[in-house]
């Protein structure tokens, strides 16, 4: 059964970081993507940013370019966003998700392409 976990949230003054864990497990594909979302109360769901893992390549909303920095650790099916100066409209449960063998750029797709979303975790950010 495939099954992502994330961990790592928590609430964080204006300016601070957080770093968020996202935990592949039960899949065996060599080329995949692992995409970090999220949602605010009364709000879409919103893809935040993505990493292809067979070649690093990834994808960052603008909201969040030169704040947030995404990266993975094969070996360890586990996928990392360090998350810094850190805004209350970065408040929201993150997830993460799984796209199988992507052609192209994890960017070109969106949300509803991901699978085996995981539980999410919150992000609390006070001003």
């Known amino acids: 059964e495939v099954q992502l976990v994330e961990s790592g949230g928590g609430l964080v003054q204006a300016g601070g970081s957080l770093r968020l864990s996202c935990a592949a497990s039960g899949f065996f594909f060599d080329d995949y993507a692992i995409g970090w979302f999220r949602q605010a109360p009364g709000k879409e769901r919103e893809k935040v940013t993505c990493?292809?893992?067979?070649?690093?390549?990834?994808y960052y909303v603008d909201s969040v370019k030169g704040r947030f920095t995404l990266s993975s650790d094969n070996a360890k099916n586990t996928v990392y966003l360090q998350m810094n100066s850190l805004k209350p409209e970065d408040t929201a449960v993150y997830y993460c998700a799984l796209l199988y063998t992507p052609l192209g750029s994890c960017g070109d797709y969106d949300v509803h392409d991901f699978r085996s979303w995981g539980q999410g975790t919150q992000v609390t950010v006070s001003s």
């Open positions: 990493i292809r893992v067979s070649d690093s390549s990834t």
